[in-house]
T-cell receptor, first 109, second 110 residues
């Protein structure tokens, strides 16, 4: 198994642009999580899905953030418009057992 | 909110030394998990402890869950440079959601 796959691995964009992060979970895992990690706030859960259904999006910072899981093998996290304070490492994870992807390092200029 | 506090925040030691890091909460958790995160990578699950007082060993790493299931410790014997990383503890909040501590950043110098 290739593990959790995330793309892109690095993203540099300008303030105001739309950013789309992608995730392919491990086949057979029925939970999918999106996390954000920064030095200041640590690892924060943004949203998670169970069987493709969003269960808890209370961690989504604001309406600029949205996430979808159209099928069991794909999820996206979209930021529109992006702001410099969105700069962070975004992780996708699936479970069980909990397995993190390598992350997407986002820099918004 | 069930918070997990980890200590110390940073730890720098020489190769061969022993160390212990801690994960504490005022809340009871049904289980706790420990992860190690290396620079540029995602966290990797090391162990899950479930029973109060439980001790699990993973090579030179020993994990203990407190009797009251409010705290846990990770002890590393004869640390090696390969042990360098961010050690995170996490506990379930509900069926799918976990809360993470801020982690202990360990540096093992050769």
């Amino acid at each position: 198994d290739a593990g959790v796959i995330q793309s892109p691995r690095h993203e540099v964009t300008e303030m105001g642009q739309e950013v789309t992060l992608r995730c392919k979970p491990i086949s057979g895992h029925d939970y999918l999580f999106w996390y954000r990690q920064t030095m200041m706030r640590g690892l924060e859960l943004l949203i998670y899905f169970n069987n493709n259904v969003p269960i808890d999006d209370s961690g989504m910072p604001e309406d600029r953030f949205s996430a979808k899981m159209p099928n069991a093998s794909f999820s996206t996290l979209k930021i529109q418009p992006s702001e410099p304070r969105d700069s962070a490492v975004y992780f996708c994870a699936s479970s069980p057992p909990v397995t993190f992807g390598p992350g997407t390092r986002l820099l918004v200029l | 909110t069930q918070l997990l506090e980890q200590s110390p925040q940073f730890l720098s030691i020489q190769e061969g030394e022993n160390l212990t890091v801690y994960c504490n909460s005022s809340s009871v958790f049904s289980s706790l998990q420990w992860y190690r995160q290396e620079p540029g990578e995602g966290p990797v699950l090391l162990v899950t402890v479930v029973t109060g007082g439980e001790v699990k060993k993973l090579k030179r790493l020993t994990f203990q869950f407190g009797d009251a299931r409010k705290d846990s410790s990770l002890h590393i014997t004869a640390a090696q440079p390969g042990d360098t990383g961010l050690y995170l503890c996490a506990g379930p909040v509900n069926a799918g959601k976990s809360t993470f501590g801020d982690g202990t950043t360990l540096t093992v110098k050769p």
